[in-house]
């Protein structure tokens, strides 16, 4: 059974900072793409950062390029965003996925989810 569990969301204001873990058991950590997703009100699901098995390679959505920063510790089964220079649009459920072998960042081709962590950046 995967367990995905995300912790770090809160309540920021504009400018802030926030860090999101994400702890994935019940399968080979590194064998497997990691991703940060949101959901905001009214929005579909959207990909925010996704990392390869080895953390070799990233991928960001335009919208957060150059203020988050995806990283994972595979010694310790856990994906990291670290958010910087939060804005109001950041507010969503953050949402934490575990990939398959090969590195892709569309939802669809991840397969096991966490419950999500509420971010609400205030202006």
């Known amino acids: 059974q995967v367990q995905v569990v995300e912790s770090g969301g809160g309540l920021v204001q504009a400018g802030g900072s926030l860090r999101l873990s994400c702890a994935a058991s019940?399968?080979?950590?590194?064998?497997?793409?990691m991703g940060w997703f949101r959901q905001g009100p009214g929005k579909e699901r959207e990909p925010v950062a996704t990392?390869?098995?080895?953390?070799?390679?990233?991928y960001y959505a335009d919208s957060v390029k150059g203020r988050f920063t995806i990283s994972r510790n595979n010694a310790k089964n856990t994906v990291y965003l670290q958010m910087n220079s939060l804005k109001p649009e950041d507010t969503a459920v953050y949402y934490c996925?575990?990939?398959?072998?090969?590195?892709?960042?569309?939802?669809?081709?991840?397969?096991?989810w966490g419950q999500g962590t509420q971010v609400t950046v205030s202006s």
């Open positions: 019940g399968r080979t950590f590194s064998s497997y793409a």
């Open positions: 996925a575990v990939g398959r072998a090969y590195f892709k960042s569309h939802p669809d081709e991840y397969d096991y």
């Open positions: 990392i390869s098995r080895s953390g070799g390679s990233t």
